[in-house]
């Protein structure tokens, strides 16, 4: 059974930094990517970052890059997101993420891997 577990959230000021956190298990984590998306209140969840199962390739959404970095622990079987210059418009419920299968990087749909949720508020 995939578990994908997230942690890290949280209330911060603008121009504060959090690190999430996603813990999976259940599957051979080093031949999977990884997502994180968010969700707002009366918005569609969107993509926020993914990484490739060697973690050697990233993708991020416009409005976050250059302020987060999404990463992987294989050994660990832990996917982080390091996110700096939070904005008040960075403030949703974010998610882990993984594809139904292994070795490909589409995901986001209801019949994929997702954890719970972390809540990440940012004030202004």
């Not at 578990?3 to 959090?18: C, I, K, T, Y």
Request: glycine residues 12%.
């Amino acid at each position: 059974q995939v578990r994908l577990v997230e942690s890290g959230g949280g209330l911060v000021q603008a121009g504060g930094s959090l690190k999430l956190s996603c813990a999976a298990s259940g599957l051979a984590f080093s031949d999977w990517g990884m997502g994180w998306f968010r969700q707002a209140p009366g918005r569609e969840r969107e993509l926020v970052a993914h990484i490739t199962w060697g973690g050697f390739s990233t993708y991020y959404t416009d409005s976050v890059k250059g302020r987060f970095t999404i990463s992987r622990d294989n050994a660990k079987n832990m996917v982080y997101l390091q996110m700096d210059s939070l904005k008040p418009e960075d403030t949703a419920v974010y998610f882990c993420a993984a594809p139904r299968v292994p070795h490909i990087m589409a995901m986001g749909a209801a019949s994929d891997y997702w954890g719970q949720g972390t809540q990440v508020t940012v004030s202004s």
